[in-house]
């Protein structure tokens, strides 16, 4: 199953999450945002009962997926615009970050707020979150071109990691699958892979045409791949080893910013990627080979 979520900044938006059979490529529900808002991320939780959807009005609904029914509403404090969730490994919690800089914890079994992790000094809108394997740590990649790894445990901040780019703005955090490897792509065009024992970058990957906007990345397999998806409707497939694109990922209807790819995702086996764009399309392809 693959979840799909849409709407603009236009009060005429649709506002839905359209979730797809891949396997007859057919939409099987339509969940319509009660308060017609824009829906800005989505995530599944682990075993796939529930499904997480933020919107731009500040709410984070949680779906059941088998009855297509809201089982509950996460309005946080001061909410403003829900830019990114994500659930932890063992789906016992969620978290959801915000454009005022806020990354809010929340029990999905009490449904209550355990932590509120603000990112410091200005800018700070959150743009992208990720918890690490071990649902011990998450990463939260902001506005001002910070990545913060806060420990769940203490609600501490960790580590920060400054992109180094001359204008930075995190837009896309992903760990690898060990959870010891973190890439971060940013507004210029460039995507940077780091270790996270020596918090040091280990790879600089920029795309053949740069300062495009990098709005998701995602690790293959094995971590030794990552896909990254800029604002000219192209995936870019990346050999972490050779630090060498592989295969490059071009939207059918053509590109430019009207086509940007707005996120990518590897399925499970990691033999088909999905690229969602701007232009309303997702698009499924088949990876397996020597690609990978």
């Known amino acids: ?51 997480a959807t933020g919107d731009y009005n500040g709410k984070t609904y949680l779906w059941d997926t088998k009855t297509r029914q809201i089982i509950a509403t996460f309005a946080a404090p001061d909410s403003k615009h829900v830019r990114s969730v994500a659930f932890s490994p063992d789906g016992t919690m969620l978290a959801v970050g915000d454009t005022n800089g806020n990354t809010y914890l929340w029990d999905t079994k009490t449904r209550q707020i355990t932590a509120t992790l603000t990112a410091p000094g200005s800018n700070s809108d959150v743009h992208s979150i990720a918890f690490g394997a071990n649902g011990t740590i998450l990463a939260v990649g902001v506005r001002n071109g910070s990545t913060y790894l806060w420990d769940i445990g203490s609600q501490e901040i960790i580590a920060t990691l400054a992109d180094p780019g001359s204008d930075p703005n995190v837009t896309s955090v992903a760990f690898g699958p060990d959870g010891t490897t973190l890439a971060t792509g940013d507004y210029y065009g460039d995507t940077y892979v780091w270790d996270l024992n020596s918090h040091q970058i280990t790879a600089t990957l920029t795309a053949p045409e740069s300062n495009l906007l ?18 000219n409707g192209k995936t870019y497939l990346w050999n972490l080893r050779t630090q060498q694109i592989t295969a490059t990922l071009t939207n059918p209807e053509g590109t430019g910013t009207a086509h940007e790819v707005e996120s990518v995702a590897f399925g499970p086996g990691y033999s088909v990627m999905a690229t969602g764009h701007s232009d309303g399309n997702v698009y499924l392809w088949k990876v397996a080979g020597s690609h990978l």
């Not at 506002?15 to 969940?31: F, G, K, M, N, Q």
């Open 1 to 51: 199953m693959l979840a799909i979520g849409s709407g603009s900044s236009q009060s005429s938006c649709e506002c839905s999450t359209y979730l797809w059979d891949i396997s007859v490529h057919r939409i099987i529900a339509t969940l319509a945002d009660p308060d017609s808002g824009s829906v800005r991320s989505v995530a599944f939780e682990p075993d796939g009962t529930t499904l």
């Open 214 to 231: 990098v709005a998701s990345v995602a690790f293959g397999p094995g971590g030794s791949v990552l896909a990254t998806g800029d604002d």
